[in-house]
C-alpha cells in the first residue's frame, strides 16, 4: 500500500502562484508514476500534469502548458506542482495519484492510478 498526503493548497490572487507537494509514504520500493489531478465544483476530476519514475517525458494538459510545472524528488518520496499565473478558474481540490510502473511509462487517465490522496483546495480570487 502507498499513502499519498497533499499540502500546500490555499488562497491566491489571480496571477499569484503556488506550490503544492504530496508526500509518499508506505511501500515505496517499487517504481511508481505519478499524477496531479484537479477537481472544481460541480465538474469531473481532471488531469493536469504527470511524470514517470525517472521524471522523464511529463505530460501537461493542452490548457495548463506553460503555466504548471511537475517535478519529482524520488530521494524524498516528493511530488510537487509548481503552479504560476493562477486564474480564478484553476480553483478546485487539487489530488495528488500514484500508480506502480515501470521506469519511463507516464499516464494521464483517471483510472490509471489507484493510489489516491485525500486533496487539497486551490482558491484563486480575482
Known amino acids: 500500500q502507498v499513502q499519498l498526503v497533499e499540502s500546500g493548497g490555499g488562497l491566491v490572487q489571480a496571477g499569484g502562484s503556488l506550490r503544492l507537494s504530496c508526500a509518499v509514504s508506505?511501500?515505496?520500493?517499487?517504481?511508481?508514476?505519478m499524477a496531479w489531478f484537479r477537481q472544481a465544483p460541480g465538474k469531473e476530476r481532471e488531469i493536469v500534469a504527470a511524470i514517470s519514475w525517472s521524471g522523464s517525458n511529463p505530460y501537461y494538459a493542452d490548457s495548463l502548458k506553460g503555466r504548471f510545472t511537475i517535478s519529482r524528488y524520488n530521494a524524498k518520496n516528493m511530488l510537487y506542482l509548481q503552479m504560476n499565473s493562477l486564474k480564478p478558474e484553476d480553483t478546485a481540490v487539487y489530488y495528488c495519484?500514484?500508480?506502480?510502473?515501470?521506469?519511463?511509462?507516464?499516464?494521464?487517465?483517471?483510472?490509471?492510478?489507484?493510489?489516491w490522496g485525500q486533496g487539497t483546495q486551490v482558491t484563486v480570487s480575482s
Open positions: 508506505g511501500r515505496t520500493t517499487s517504481t511508481y508514476a
Open positions: 495519484a500514484a500508480r506502480e510502473s515501470g521506469a519511463y511509462n507516464v499516464y494521464s487517465k483517471l483510472n490509471d492510478y489507484n493510489y
